[in-house]
Each structure stands twice: as C-alpha cells, then as structure tokens.
C-alpha cells in the first residue's frame, strides 16, 4: 500500500507536466504574421477638435494643456466626445475592454465614427478577452476598424492551460491606457473600458483618475501608441482567431445586440453621462493647466521575456521625482506591494519627509492575493513613521449619484503620487512589482502646484469618513479607526471582513508569489 501511494502523486505529477508541456508546445502563435505598419495621421489640422484645441491654446504655442477629470461619469462622456467629434483617427489602447453597458456605449461610438470613414485602431492585451473573439473579428471586418491583440493566446478556448504551459510569455502584460481622437485630444489615467470604472456597476465601483491633455503631449502619446502598435507583440486579430464565413453578416449581427443593449443603457444608469456630452463641448482655457510635463511610459520590449532584462522602463524617471521631494510623498494606489522599495521609504522617512500611502483595505480589495503581499510590510512602515490609511468598502466613487448607484460599494483603482503638494504623477502604474517589472505600464508627471494641491486635499478630506487609518498600539498590534456617523470608531482586526476572507490571505501569504502581484 505504501508502494502505490507514493507511486500515485509521481504518475499524477508526470502527467500534469506532460499536459503542461502539451499545452504549451502544440499551439504557438505567429508573431511574424504579415501585417502592415500604420502610423499616427498628422493631417488633422482642419478639424473639429484641432479648432478646439487650438482655441484652448491661444497664444501658448508650444505648450500643452490637461484637465483632471472630476468624476466617473464625466470619464466615460469626455471619452465618448472624442469619438463622435473625431473626423480623421482614433486610436484606442487599453488593458480591458468590456462588452458590458459602459463598454458597447463607446464600441458603438467607434463603429459610428468607422461608418463616418474616420479609421479607428484599437489595441488590447489579450489577458482579458475571453469571450470576445467574435465581437473582435466582427469589428475587425469593417474596413475602417483594425484591431491587434497584445501577447496573445494560442489557445483561444484552454486559457489557463496555455497559460501555465506558456507562463514566462503570458505573465507579461500590457497595462498602457489611452484614448486619441485626431491626434488632437488624448485621455490617459487608470480606467479601463467597463461599467465598474464609469460609476456603472450595481454592487461595486472603481475609484480611479483620468486627465485630458491636449497639446504636443497628444503626439507623444501617438508615439507610444505607434511604438506598440506596430510592435512584434501586437498581432492582427484575425490571425489568432479564425474569421466567420461572412464576417460581415457577424458584424450586422453585432450591431444588433449593441442596439438591444444601448436601449436599456440610455434610458437609464448612463443618461447623464449622455448629457454630459454636450456639456463638454464648452470647457474653456481657464479649466485646464498649461504646466511642464514628462511623458513616462515603458518600452513594448519589457514585455518580450527575452528583452525584459534590457528594456527601458518608467521607473527611472519615477525615482528621480520622489527623490526630488523635500517635504511630503503622498502614494495612492490600489496595490500596494513595496517589495523593493521599502529601503527608500527609509530614506525618505530619516530624511525627514512625510511618506503616506492610501490603498485597499482588505475588505475594499478586490483581488486579495495582492493584499497578502500589501499585509506584511505594513508593520515596518510604520514602525518608521510611514502613514497608512486603508479605504472602506463603503467609500462612494465620485459620479454614482449621475449614473443611479449611490448605495454600491466603491474599490479604489486610481494610481497616483503627489510630492510635496508640487509635483504629480498620474498613470496605470501600481506600486508593486508586476507594475515595475512584469506590465508595461505609462502615465505623465505634471509639474502643477494646482493639481497636485487640489488632490492632496481630496485625500486629506476623504481620510476620515472613506478610509481607516492604520496605526501600531503600545503593543505593537495593529489598529485601524475611522470616523462612523461622526463617531471615532476603532477595529482591533481587519475591517468589514469575515473569518474566510483572512484565511485566505494567510494562505497566500505563505506562497512564494510577490514578486508576480
């Protein structure tokens, strides 16, 4: 009996990597499919949106202009204006793009400008597109649509497979967001295309940031997209998903089920987003900031497992603004995993500056293996002197009253730092190690004393009533306050969680994993 049970586990295991290896060998993708280079359109001057851009501009020739997007509803209708208003180019990049209300709101945006002969193209990570082959090869077949999967799967239907027997490949992601009309008008933050990011979601909403640039930043950002687009990684849909018999009947067929999910979607939750549409139209100079900027973003090679080692990346640039601070380093991120940074924090903290980072308190969390490798630096923190404060489940996101959810729960998603009320950051960059050596990741530095002033009193207001601020007692515990209907209100474990929820997180935080969150 000894024998066989010991002999049993050896077979199961053999065969588990004989299907691993199966799994990974027997379907490969084609990265050097043909397909054609395309580039930015630089003829855009006589546009809409170049008129008003350069209305904006006025006589800051040179400079370029950014608003900082105050809600999640506005987020989604400043996104929709680009498209309706765009008559030569679109160009889409994003992480995650859902097929749910938020997302075929703005598909049907992109179909109507393709149908208006604007050329759109629309670039992906393929880690989250299950589900969409159809819709993607559908879209594909209009003659103004290209869309390109970054990284993609060979096997379409056996994921998790093809993931664990293709892991150092498919472990690398595209994390860049952005949204181009006309090479005019840009929108770069943390959200990506989905109800959950635009107040939509009837449960749980993300609170997160977006800023609007207009400018030669446009084109910078047109660059970046250029450099991934046409980049070895970024493969032609139709050449990892088999095409339909008559593409154009799936396309007929597409627009269909966008026109039954846009009757229920414009009579309800996203008729102020509809209406906000117009109120765009009328932003003026005085909205937005004229201020020095560096454009941040990683090379596409970071993500090809055999130039990662040698690919430049956007933490650089990153360190260098921290260390500039003299006085205060205020880091908001969802994941916060400060794996090789907690060295610097140091630093700072004997160098007398301020270090206070808000993230997701376990129960706001929405990926809680990520909280597990959050978990065990918080004691060190603040043992120097860190600041802490961990946002409520219940945290409202800014736009749910417009959309119709004021009583779902909120998460936070917004990635930014700000140092000393002077200097800010704002991108799709998490503060953990996928961020920094996995994903490719971008965002922009704004020299802005107004923005960064603006959204340093956001978190100082948001603190009391949105967050738990997490603090040692005299015996070294862990402590975490918040204020309730005006009531100081102390939790002496995790917060707002059951029993299951912090097992889990034990569980995860005896794996050897952080360096993948």
Known sequence: MQGRSRT?????????????????????????????????????DDTFLAARAAYFIGDRTGESGFAIIPDAASALAMRMFGARRAERTIDVQ???IKADKAGLLLINE????????????????????????????????????????????????????????????????????????????????GRNI???????????????????????????VSDMFDLYWNYRLAVPVDAVVEPPEDPFQELAALRSRIAVALVDANTRQYEAVIENIQKHQHLSPKDL??????????????????????AETMVPPLREAILAGEK??????????????MDGFRELRERGMRVRVVTNSLAA?????????????????????????????????????????????????AKFFIVDREKLFIGTFNWDPRSKDLNTEMGIILESPRFAGALADVVDAGIPER????????QDRLRWTTQVDGQEVTFTKEPETTWWQRFKVGLYRMLPIRGQL
């Not at 205060?328 to 940074?341: A, C, D, G, K």
């Not at 967050?467 to 040692?472: D, R």
């Open 110 to 189: 992109l179909l109507e400008a393709a149908d208006r002969g604007v050329r759109v193209r629309i670039l992906v990570d393929d880690i989250l597109t299950k589900g969409y082959d159809r819709g993607m090869v559908a879209m594909n077949a209009h003659p103004n649509i290209q869309i390109r999967v970054f990284n993609p799967f060979a096997r379409r239907s056996a994921r998790a497979l093809n993931f664990l027997g293709d892991f150092r490949r498919l472990n690398r992601r595209m994390h860049n967001k952005s949204f181009t009309a006309d090479n005019q008008y840009t929108i770069i933050g």
């Open 365 to 413: 969390n929405n990926h809680l293996v990520v909280h597990a490798g959050y978990a065990p630096a918080r004691k060190p923190l603040l043992r120097m002197g860190a600041e802490l404060y961990e946002i409520r489940p219940d945290a409202r996101v800014e736009g749910v009253e417009e959309t119709g959810f004021a009583e779902s729960g909120g998460t936070l998603h």
């Open 467 to 474: 967050a738990y601020t997490v603090t040692l007692d005299d």
């Open 289 to 310: 900031e004229w201020v020095p900027y560096q454009l941040v973003y990683d090379s596409p090679d970071k993500a090809d497992k055999r130039l990662a080692a040698e």
């Open 94 to 96: 994003y992480y995650l």
């Open 8 to 44: 049993k586990p050896r077979a199961t295991a053999l065969t588990l990597i004989c299907l691993l290896a199966v799994a990974g060998g027997c379907a490969t993708v084609d990265f050097d499919t043909p397909k054609t280079e395309s580039y930015a359109v630089t003829d855009t």
């Open 194 to 220: 989905g109800d959950e990011y635009f107040a939509g979601h009837e449960e749980s909403n993300f609170g997160d940031l977006d800023i609007v640039c207009v400018g030669p930043v446009v084109r910078e």
């Open 328 to 341: 205060e380093l205020i880091i908001v991120s969802p994941y916060f995993v400060p794996r090789s940074t």
